[in-house]
């Protein structure tokens, strides 16, 4: 039976594993090794790591932090935040990780992916396009944690991507994250019919049934959430978890 890949995407702010709303709001959640620990029992897919301050404060993600989580981690994972060089991708991927996420500079230098897909393989550079609504502009693609809205529709800058050679999309909704009301099906079907690399959703998953509908409805490859794994329930009691595979039908 075909199943997406189940993807948890954890945040990180001060090495601390925090969790947002609508990019705001962050709530310290815990140790990030022992979600990745915990996430190792259940038999996560993949992981995503995500330090939402790395760009803003010009810096990179931690490379001690991305080593330690290649000692732990039995599954394959990705990191971003702060990724602006060749040398800051080689050095993420000599750390241990499989892939890397870049948002705030594809955004700024779109042609980096090109470049950077042509050093490292396509299959290791993943571009995560924030998107929220600009007032009399309709959606637009943000970098710099939702913070700085770019001049392109999360289609245009989704499809530059992809000609650039970008491996893969995370298409997140800013609007959606952490509200654990369901993706934003609209937005995720929109980039995966007008792209041909995988699209993995993120944003606003609240209940397995959201990830079924990313895929059946938003046609996404791959499901990804935050709140979901981090949280017991909606009443956002901290627990870190995954579901069984055989709690998932997508047939």
């Known amino acids: 039976m075909f199943r997406p890949r189940i993807i ?20 310290y ?3 990030p090794i022992n979600a990745v620990r915990i996430l190792n029992d259940l038999k996560a897919d993949e992981l995503v790591f995500l330090d939402i301050e790395a760009s803003r404060n010009r810096k990179l993600i931690s490379l001690d932090f991305v080593k330690n989580v290649g000692e732990e981690a ?5 990191v971003g935040g702060g990724v602006s060089s060749m ?26 992916i090109r470049k950077a897909s042509q050093a490292f393989g396509s299959s290791t ?25 770019m001049p392109y529709t999360p289609v245009s800058f989704a499809q530059l991507m992809e000609r650039n050679g970008a491996g893969e999309l995370i298409v997140q909704s800013i609007e959606r994250d952490g509200t654990m009301e369901g993706y934003d ?30 895929y059946r409805d938003g046609r996404a490859n791959a499901l990804a959430a935050g709140s979901l794994f981090v949280y017991q329930d909606k009443s956002r009691g ?6 069984e595979k055989k709690e998932l039908s997508f047939e």
Do not use: Q, W
């Open 87 to 112: 040398e800051d991708i080689k050095a993420i991927l000599s750390a241990g990780a499989e892939k890397v996420v870049i948002n705030t500079h594809a955004g700024r230098d779109p042609d980096f």
């Open 185 to 214: 099906l609209e937005l995720i079907r929109s980039i995966s019919t007008a792209v041909d690399i995988p699209v993995v959703a993120l944003g606003g998953v609240g209940c397995k049934e959201d990830l079924v509908k990313g």
């Open 125 to 149: 550079i993943v571009v995560c396009i924030d998107v929220k609504t600009k007032l009399f502009k309709g959606l637009r693609a943000f970098i710099l944690n939702g913070t700085t809205p």
């Open 238 to 243: 901290v627990l870190i978890n995954y579901p």
């Open 74 to 78: 039995s599954m394959p994972f990705s």
């Open 29 to 31: 959640i815990g140790d």
């Open 8 to 27: 948890p995407v954890l945040l990180l702010k001060d090495l601390a594993l925090v969790k947002s709303v609508r990019f705001k709001k962050y709530k």
